[in-house]
């Protein structure tokens, strides 16, 4: 890496237990080996957000929504400039290594490509119209980053360095994503006397060093990962991870494909096989075994095997295959049901709370004398219609030109329409 190159340093302004470091301090923290190597981490802070999870009961027909919740765990301003320097090291010699073992058209997740989700569903779907007559197994890693082997993680990345034992500074790294800590955000704000609500408030840092010993360590406020398994998912660094962590796994893979006239990808925990028809059984159980030599397991429930079959210049799946948010049954491209009953849901919580604020605005324009104002639909469209540069809408109209998909194009046509519906209502 060049000296002058500092594209793995971001100002980052959120509040934690140190201070935001500019850019000639967090160079001299991460180009010193020394200093990396002997490096107190502070523990990361966490808070969940509720995800909604749609899905399509298969008895009736209706869509449920389940509220599932995420863990966030975020690292200390200095922690996460030295996982963004190493990660950008590493990365150089995981390119490297990936085109030495002919690796880089199997790994598609966190990586420099220049290409996403809908370039390479749409090279998945065109290699299976080329083979015509074939099947595609897809298979997802159970808890992918919370299973992570503590010594396999450690072997990967010591064979990347091609060195025995990692040098101290990756082992202090290595330390803190496997024995990590993290610190609750809302307890930790409640002890302190923080709002939730303006959490800053004159602050640059969530309290000094004596306080973080007395109060947050003493208070028994840090939970701290003693399993030999799981790394946190979210740090700068801990992606490059996780594709380290499978190199064998994608090479013993992309091996067992070419040896069939196959195909193999893998976007982080998503598996795909583009194998013939007769060996798909073969490759289901062939890849589960060896994920299991990861200490990893194939989740049961989303095993998808399909059968594609050719008569002459007809294609047809025994059922669609859904992968990176779309499905494909052979003839049509289509995005999947739940991305698009997700954004109806969150467009309607979107419009519901653009009325209540125009409701609230207009009543203190009353109190004051002042002319009521209309819904800013402005701002609604560039959020919810084909308008906004970077939505769900202006995403599937992006995929449907890529794809060459009408069919994706019908279905993103009636939205326009219930959105306008929503704001009349």
Not at 231 to 249: D, K, T
Not at 365 to 376: A, F, Q, S
Request: some cysteine; charged content about 30%; overall charge positive.
């Amino acid at each position: 890496m060049a000296t002058d190159d500092f594209s793995w340093y971001r100002h980052r302004n959120y509040l934690h237990f140190d201070n935001p470091l500019g850019k000639k301090s967090a160079e001299a923290l991460v180009k010193n080996p020394l200093r990396v190597k002997s490096h107190s981490f502070y523990p990361l802070i966490s808070y969940e957000i509720e995800s909604i999870k749609i899905a399509k009961d298969a008895a009736s027909g209706s869509i449920e929504k389940k509220k599932k919740p995420r863990p966030i765990r975020y690292a200390a301003h200095a922690d996460s400039h030295i996982y963004s320097f190493y990660s950008t090291i590493l990365s150089q010699k995981y390119e490297d290594l990936l085109r030495d073992k002919a690796l880089s058209e199997h790994v598609l997740a966190f990586r420099p490509l220049g290409k996403n989700n809908i370039d390479f569903a749409a090279e998945a779907f065109e290699d299976i119209r080329v083979m015509g007559t074939c099947a595609a197994v897809a298979l997802d890693i159970t808890g992918f980053f919370d299973n992570i082997d503590h010594a396999i993680l450690k072997d990967a990345w010591c064979d990347l360095l091609g060195e025995a034992r990692l040098p101290g500074d990756h082992f202090a790294i290595f330390k803190s994503l496997t024995a990590y800590s993290y610190v609750p955000k809302l307890a930790l704000y409640r002890q302190l006397g923080i709002s939730q609500h303006n959490p800053k408030n004159n602050r640059k840092r969530v309290c000094e060093p004596r306080i973080f010993r007395e109060i947050v360590r003493g208070g028994n406020l840090i939970t701290t990962n003693e399993n030999a398994y799981g790394i946190p998912q979210g740090s700068p660094i801990s992606a490059l991870l996780s594709n380290i962590y499978m190199v064998e796994f994608d090479e013993e893979a992309s091996k067992l494909a070419r040896s069939i006239n196959g195909k193999y990808y893998r976007y982080c925990d998503d598996i795909l096989f583009i194998v013939p028809i007769d060996q798909k059984d073969r490759i289901a159980n062939k890849a589960k075994t060896m994920i299991r030599g990861l200490k990893l397991e194939i989740n049961k429930k989303k095993i998808a095997v399909r059968s594609f079959t050719q008569r002459g210049n007809i294609q047809r799946a025994d059922y669609p295959l859904q992968y990176l948010g779309f499905t494909f049954d052979g003839e049509r491209i289509l995005i999947r049901s739940a991305a698009l009953a997700r954004y109806s849901d969150k467009m309607k919580r979107g419009v519901k709370f653009a009325k209540a604020t125009m409701r609230k605005r207009n009543g203190l324009r009353v109190l004051r004398g002042e002319p009521v104002k209309p819904l800013y639909r402005k701002s609604l469209y560039r959020l919810y219609s084909h308008v906004g540069r970077r939505n769900f809408l202006s995403y599937g109209y992006r995929a449907a030109r890529r794809m060459n998909s009408p069919a994706i194009k019908r279905q993103l046509k009636p939205l326009w329409r219930r959105l306008e519906e929503e704001i009349e209502r």
